[in-house]
């Protein structure tokens, strides 16, 4: 019996090996994806092939992919929905991060290179251009959804008080793209697509939360 026994459990480690193999590999996947873009724009930075406004070109950039990251992100879930791959879920954290990571970039970028720390004027522009308000409110809201998505963070909150304060991306993700459609003005085909994406996602999820018992559930 006990043969038998420790024969299964070997056999169950042998099974879980490959999955934990995959998992980690498409873990591992994902970070070299999220990392390509910010490689490719500092090669084009090394190479001098920003364009005429380097500095415009890098905030853009590192802006468009936030957005499209947190596309990504939201989209896990219906994804999920569609294929029953529940495992899907576990990726959405890890994309959502990296969401903020080019977000934070973006703003830092704007900070560092655009204004040079200079915070009154800083805080001159939010006052006088409406794109820049939008933005720093979407970045504001993020920050604390970023700081609390560990597992002990939630742990910690609880999973209640955690699903309330993630609430915020119902905010935080449209204005992130009405900030890009006001920045734009003209050409706005690109960041309307943005601004329909999420918020036909975020409404899908609420839906999805809704018939599957309140809002206090995943």
């Known amino acids: ?125 939010i006052v006088k251009h409406k794109f820049i308000t939008a933005g720093m409110l979407a970045f504001a809201l993020l920050l604390p959804l970023a700081a609390t998505s560990t597992s002990a963070m939630i742990r910690r909150l609880g999973g209640r008080r955690w699903q309330r304060l993630h609430r915020l991306v119902y905010v935080a993700g449209p204005l992130a793209a009405i900030h890009y459609i006001w920045m734009v003005k003209a050409d706005a085909l690109q960041p309307m697509v943005y601004f329909v994406l999420i918020l036909g996602l975020l409404c899908y999820r609420g839906v999805v939360k809704s018939r599957a018992g309140g809002w206090m559930r995943k």
């Open 1 to 125: 019996m006990a043969a038998d026994g420790g024969g299964v459990d070997l056999g169950g480690r042998r099974s879980s090996r490959p999955a934990f193999r995959w998992r980690s590999g498409v873990r591992a996947g994902i970070h070299v994806l999220c990392l390509i873009p910010l490689a490719v724009l500092m090669a084009a930075g090394i190479a001098g092939d920003l364009g005429a406004n380097p500095i415009e070109a890098v905030i853009r950039s590192l802006g468009d992919w936030a957005l499209r990251l947190l596309v990504v992100a939201l989209a896990v879930t219906p994804a999920r929905r569609l294929t029953g791959w529940a495992g899907l879920a576990s990726y959405r954290r890890m994309i959502g991060l990296w969401a903020f990571a080019y977000a934070a970039l973006h703003f830092a970028a704007y900070v560092v290179l655009d204004q040079f720390f200079d915070w009154a004027a800083i805080g001159r522009e």
